[in-house]
């Protein structure tokens, strides 16, 4: 994987909230139309990674390019610009509970582009039709399952057809079944689309289905970093506890919890 296919890189980025280092000296690339995963246990730093790259966490200068640009460096209208080009899958959805489904699709649509109300309507529906979800127009987020409100979200995420597209925990509170579907779903939009997907996740099942790369978190740090392949062959003593599913012998991650606190007290503070 060259520098020269990504449509990211990561070199040496630091993160911290208040006082407190959450991200060591981050180093890594995703190439463009590929699935890249982020895993890791909870409390690893990959919700704080994942503000970074959405412009929801200020990121240093010479840290974090996109396209080739040091996103330090990015103003108000540079930002606003990037995320007309990306899509957004929320952990929960992040529905607007007011609004049906075409109306949260439509949404985006109406805002960034001018294009007619009959375009968009038809627009919506397309969407609609590639999560799975035709029929499902003019409900509202409340009478969906769990399943339909991600691929609504997704449907809402892929509006503008980003050429990014960032999911935070896919599989979360979803049955094994539905979590599989979704996975079959984001693998058929990367083919279909061909955008470049980032995936935030700690289900390994999940994880090396749809990986084509993926870095490894433990404590703010990456572990292993490649393919699934090369994550497996790993020796690292945490990546092998984190595929083998066991538990800390202590029974309790002390640095995890520190990590929770302090996202806890910014978002508190923001």
């Not at 060259?2 to 006082?19: E, P």
């Not at 689309?193 to 490894?216: N, Q």
């Not at 392949?229 to 690292?236: G, T």
Request: proline content about 4%; some cysteine.
């Amino acid at each position: 994987m060259a520098f020269s296919d990504s449509i990211i890189v990561v070199r040496n980025l630091d993160s911290y909230y208040g006082t407190r280092q959450i991200l060591h000296s981050l180093s890594f690339h995703i190439p463009a139309h590929q699935i890249f995963v982020i895993m890791g246990v909870s409390g690893s730093g990959k919700t704080t990674l994942f503000r970074h790259l959405i412009g929801l966490k200020p990121t240093p200068p010479g840290s974090v390019w996109i396209y080739g640009e040091d996103i330090g460096s990015w103003k108000s209208g540079d930002w606003h610009k990037y995320w007309q080009r990306i899509g957004v899958l929320f952990q929960n959805g992040a529905l607007f509970s007011s609004m049906t489904v075409a109306e949260n699709i439509t949404l985006p649509l109406a805002v960034h582009t001018n294009l007619p109300r009959e375009i968009i309507t038809i627009m919506v529906e397309m969407k609609l039709h590639m999560v799975g979800l035709s029929g499902f127009a003019n409900y509202m987020p409340a009478q969906l399952s769990g399943g339909m409100r991600k691929r609504a979200g997704l449907a809402r995420a892929i509006a503008m057809d980003p050429e990014i597209l960032f999911v935070d925990e896919p599989s979360s509170g979803l049955d094994p079944i539905t979590a599989a579907g979704l996975d079959d779903l984001l693998l058929s939009l990367k083919e279909a689309l061909g955008m470049t997907v980032v995936v935030v996740t700690h289900e390994l099942e999940s994880a090396f289905k749809i990986g084509d790369y993926m870095i490894v978190m433990d404590r703010g740090r990456i572990l292993v970093s490649g393919t699934p392949d090369d994550v497996r062959k790993s020796n690292d003593r945490r990546v092998r506890q984190f595929l083998e599913r066991r538990a800390d012998e202590s029974g309790q991650d002390l640095e995890a919890y520190l990590e929770r606190l302090c996202t806890v007290r910014s978002r508190v503070k923001s």
